[in-house]
């Protein structure tokens, strides 16, 4: 018998769009499946309350829910972060393929992206994800947020301008970005330091988060000599190790593994004009639970 989406649960039906909008907010995978988890216990509540029949449009009220639920769980969040050692990377994501053909949810989800929204505040970034990657109509971002449309409309155009003036300049080109990153890990794999300045822009800067658990540069490597010389390094301590392309939020990455001390590193990239403008690599071990098994996203 084919289930037709007027049988289907909408919280079932919305899971993965509600999981997106969560982890947009939060840059933690984790924490976005605990929103989920606390929104479907509202929602399942207002079933046992028989009211929910009076929700006429499911989709806006679970996502004005799950808004509220992460913008409680953003302060907390903060306050963690300020003790963070070292560097603050989002936690990747193996993404099916099919992700970057939506070019505007690839760029959103991308760690590049994810990294300029933890400069925003709370109700900040909750309005630029909900306006900017899902086009949500001001008055139901009001409702989300608990301001008024006028103040909506405020918070969305500085956050916007606040984004605009620190996101990397990114043109999504997937067959360009996966050329770049294979002929990383071909230096990486068997070349020197200038088969690496060969695919490292002049002024790429490397950022790592170990959050002092795994070893990790604890500042931004800036410069292609300093970041080939840092990278020759590693290299050459890991003494071993395997490397293989992935599609790590949206967008080509790569995954390192070391079979010395067993530990991993996911590598996330922004390339312009061929070349690797920006490096994040999580070596976190708390951070990298989700890459064996693909996260569905959906906007």
């Known amino acids: 018998m084919t289930v037709t989406p007027s049988s289907v649960d909408p919280f079932v039906e919305h899971r993965n769009l509600l999981f997106t909008v969560a982890y947009e907010m939060l840059g933690s995978a984790a924490d976005a499946e605990d929103v989920v988890q606390e929104s479907w216990l509202r929602w399942a509540a207002r079933n046992e309350e028989s009211d929910r029949d009076e929700v006429r449009d499911p989709r806006a009220y679970l996502v004005r829910i799950v808004t509220r639920q992460s913008l409680n769980r953003l302060r907390s969040l903060s306050r963690r972060r300020e003790d963070y050692v070292g560097e603050w990377l989002p936690e990747p994501l193996l993404t099916a393929p099919d992700v970057a053909e939506d070019v505007e949810l690839a760029e959103s989800v991308s760690i590049a992206m994810l990294t300029v929204l933890e400069t925003l505040g709370p109700?900040?970034?909750?309005?630029?994800?909900?306006?900017?990657?899902?086009?949500?109509?001001?008055?139901?971002?009001?409702?989300?947020?608990?301001?008024?449309?006028?103040?909506?409309?405020?918070?969305?155009?500085?956050?916007?301008?606040?984004?605009?003036?620190?996101?990397?300049?990114?043109?999504?080109?997937?067959?360009?970005?996966?050329?770049?990153?294979?002929?990383?890990?071909?230096?990486?794999?068997?070349?020197?330091?200038?088969?690496?300045?060969?695919?490292?822009?002049?002024?790429?800067?490397?950022?790592?988060?170990?959050?002092?658990?795994?070893?990790?540069?604890?500042?931004?490597?800036?410069?292609?000599?300093?970041?080939?010389?840092?990278?020759?390094?590693?290299?050459?301590?890991?003494?071993?190790?395997?490397?293989?392309?992935?599609?790590?939020?949206?967008?080509?990455?790569?995954r390192l593994d070391v079979p010395f001390d067993g530990s991993t590193t996911a590598l996330s990239f922004v390339v312009e004009d061929g070349r690797i403008t920006h490096i994040y690599a999580m070596r976190n071990p708390e951070k990298l639970q989700r890459l064996g098994e693909e996260t569905p996203l959906q906007r």
């Open 123 to 254: 109700a900040e970034r909750a309005v630029f994800v909900l306006r900017e990657v899902f086009d949500t109509p001001y008055d139901e971002i009001a409702e989300a947020v608990g301001k008024s449309p006028a103040a909506v409309r405020q918070i969305a155009h500085r956050a916007k301008e606040h984004v605009a003036a620190r996101r990397p300049r990114m043109q999504v080109k997937i067959d360009e970005q996966q050329a770049a990153v294979e002929r990383f890990l071909a230096a990486v794999r068997g070349g020197g330091i200038d088969d690496l300045l060969a695919v490292l822009a002049p002024d790429v800067v490397l950022v790592a988060d170990g959050g002092g658990i795994a070893n990790a540069v604890r500042k931004p490597v800036h410069g292609a000599d300093r970041v080939a010389a840092f990278l020759g390094t590693a290299k050459r301590l890991a003494l071993e190790f395997t490397s293989m392309p992935i599609s790590l939020n949206g967008l080509p990455g790569a």
